[in-house]
């Protein structure tokens, strides 16, 4: 084999391993917005557990080498068991998203396992022979020799690519990444419309993780060894660097990331002359023109060569516009008939149907209330915001909840939702004591709210933003992603119909395909609503839906709580305007200083001159 | 009984190394929102800066002095040239990170190549030592204990007691706001990253007096130890990352001693993995400030 048939087999080597591991870390850096900096420890776990798994008992070395588990498996399992060990290992480290905290602070405490982990191995010399590394791991194809076994080993790598590739768009690609990237784009909005961060963010880094443990795995088994000087932290950073510069979020991006950043920069610079005086000298210019390359980049073209497409915008528009083009149309040109569109709307949907029929049931059951909140306190550093409210929504209602600034509606109302947790007291939804009840979880109930400022999944189209939201989509399963589009097509279909029927009774068809960070204050409540209805929820927690909309925007938002209401929704609302109040709501309740102040109709509030005087003096 | 004082002892003044940096990275972390990896990188330009003036017959502390001065000036560069646009172009928290972690790479590459990879030393610095109530420190390690607590008071009165400091902490909360109010938030920021860089070359070159020999790789091992005091201590709070870094520097210590010498960072990390995992807000956070900058969004 010719020197230049070597370099090449090397490079094409890498190439595949660390395409392998820049998609891995792209799924969860770029795809779900995970910051994992210790990724690269993923990649190492996967290395050592093929080494040990290959290798032998330890006691067969002669003594030079001692490593934990020394077995003699076949490849096929040792690759195998490198992937699993890295995926269990990947969601382990993604129990760390449990604390919902700022990104930047996660990919610090990721950064500190990296280099714990650098020293742990380092320190524990019996565990995979410390510094040193393990040595002589065998090839796969060892019973092959030169030139055959090397390019051999490059065709090896090119298929597993491959598969690679096709595992990879099932989560990348489809309904499943434009969920990551809802969950990335706003993890509160995702949560608030009952999707399961946590369990999505572990799935994710136990998938990356499998393909760190590959990468690994092939890594090892071509060069015959592996010690932690091969993993240090500023890898993870050659691997971000070249998700940078190819392009956040995008599996091709990635590919000329890949082509770019170390094969052709890291071994490129290997081709100069070294210097005598300073054999730093050239492995550090290398590192440096990564530095160079990431500033570069973050600050001239942040979205890297080949930046994001949006992922299903475009089959969603086949797709939508066949089904739904005639309705859009009538209605741009047509008449203003919402009250009856909504009626129509909700009641063409087989699921809330059957939803509401349990809402009645309940009525039946002499439960009139869907919402009984008693005794509720929170404190916030001294700061009682709700101390000791007490009210309840009837079923089929509008309830408003009004109140002096600072009163603590908003805080009252996300601890309705479960976004914040109350000191004490609790919360009966549909009879049922959901006090400890996750967010999401209560969302999937049929509880579900929406923000006082607009979070939306900026990113995502605004129908991308409606679908994202179908509760229980097949396409989000297990079963979803393996069973791929036969399985959820028909349903997809379905849910993007329903959501244009949303856009339509909403006058929002112009911007079906528009990214919803473009749209206007607005439009971005308006798709807030939206997105909460196509939850099929039953009852509706709506925190100041009309703060900054027009007389006419609010009035059309009126009118679809209206027929919403109409259909059995319940919805609890909290508001200033007391116009809008008077139009929608059926009951008030009056909070003050974080308590129930008085409860009752408009028309009966009005008459009670503590309550004009309070609400006035507030 | 004597061996564990003498290695609190010990603890106590690594652990006020590890303050003096640790103040300055969370207050620079607290106020200007920006978490700066490249501060470890310049730790360790403060170290070689510092061996420079020594090498023309500068006094120790005269150089330390210096160094501090033209760190707190190349930090508010740094902001200025670099983070600042940075985060005016948009760039999520993340890439901000990214970006200093970049810097930092660069910055380590060029004092490779610019020094070479070899370990140096500033000499025998520490001058007599000093014993009492079986503690026994040096006078370098007392010189430096002193230092780190005149500077915390300084700047925790700074940040309490006046107006200055007030405008520094509405700027940390709500810039708009504060922007609004009237603060010129700009020196503000500005203010922040001369005060944490001043804290950052002051720390770099303390840390190489007190470490025997050093290389490139200085500051980027200290700055995991950093982070875990002010992790500890709580983002932004200039005495909780005192504590905090007594307590990584007397734990790493004890480990080192008791467990295995090779284990003394394994104990400073894996403190700081508990608190992250446990109550990653720090065991002294104030509840307001730190909850606004850390929650996910």
Known sequence: MTGWEYYAVVLLVYFGTFLIAAWGLNLEFGVAGVPNFAYIVLVAAGAYTYAVLTLGPSSGNGGFQHYIFGARLPFAVAILCAAAVSAVLGAIIGITGLKRLRPDYQAMAMLVVSITATTIVVADTGLVNGSAGLALIPNPLHRMSGSKQAWGYVAMVGVICCLVYVVLRRFSSGPFGRLLRAMRDDEEAALSVGKNVVALRIAVQAIGGSFAGLSGALLVGFIGGWSPSAWLFIETMALLTAIIVGGMGNDWGVVAGVIIVPTLIVQGVQFLPTVASNPELIPQLGWIILGLLTIGFLFFRPAGLIPERRPTARRVRSDGRGAHAGDAETDRHGSRESDARVLSFISSLPEPAARLREVRTGAERGDDHILVVEDLHRDFGGVRAVDGTTFSVERGSITGLIGPNGAGKSTALGIVSGFIRPSAGTVRFDGRDVTSVPQYRRARLGLVRTFQLSHEFGSLTTLENLVVAAPRARSESTLGVVGGRRYWGREEREITERAMGLLALFQMEEKTFERARNLSGGQKRMLEVMRAVMTQPTLLLLDEPTAGLSPRLTHRLGDACLALREEGLSILLVEHELETVDRLCDTVVVMVQGKLFAQGSMADLRTRREVQEAYIAG | ?297
């Open chain 2, 1 to 297: 009984m004597g061996v564990v004082v003498q290695t609190i002892g010990f603890g106590i003044a690594a652990g006020a190394v590890i303050s003096l940096g640790a103040v300055g990275f969370t207050v620079q972390f607290g106020i200007s929102n920006v978490l700066n990896i490249t501060y470890g990188a310049f730790m360790t330009l403060s170290a070689y800066l510092g061996y420079a003036l020594l090498n023309r017959g500068l006094d120790v502390w005269l150089a330390l002095l210096l160094v501090a001065v033209a760190m707190a000036l190349i930090s508010v560069l740094f902001n200025r040239v670099f983070l600042g646009p940075l985060q005016r172009r948009g760039a999520g928290f993340v890439s901000v990170v990214i970006g200093t972690v970049a810097a930092g790479i660069i910055l380590q590459g060029v004092i490779v190549i610019l020094v070479g990879p070899g370990a140096i030393t500033y000499g025998a610095q520490f001058g007599t030592t000093v014993s009492a109530l079986g503690f026994t420190f040096t006078v370098a390690q007392l010189i430096i204990i002193g230092m780190t607590l005149a500077l915390m008071l300084g700047l925790h009165l700074l940040l309490t007691r006046t107006r200055i400091g007030r405008a520094m902490r509405a700027t940390s909360t709500n810039r708009t706001v504060a922007r609004a109010c009237g603060i010129r938030t700009e020196r503000i920021i500005d203010l922040t990253w001369l005060l944490t860089g001043f804290l950052c070359g002051a720390a770099g070159v303390a840390l190489a007096v007190t470490t025997v020999t050093f290389d490139f790789s200085l500051g980027s091992i200290f700055l995991i130890y950093m982070i875990a005091a002010a992790v500890l201590g709580g983002i932004a709070q200039p005495y909780g990352a005192m504590i905090g870094g007594i307590v990584v520097g007397v734990a790493s210590q004890l480990g080192a001693a008791y467990w295995s010498p090779a284990y003394q960072d394994v104990v400073a990390f894996t403190i700081l993995i508990i608190v992250l995992l446990i109550r990653p807000r720090g065991l002294f956070a104030a509840a307001g400030v730190t909850r606004r900058n850390l929650s996910a969004t």
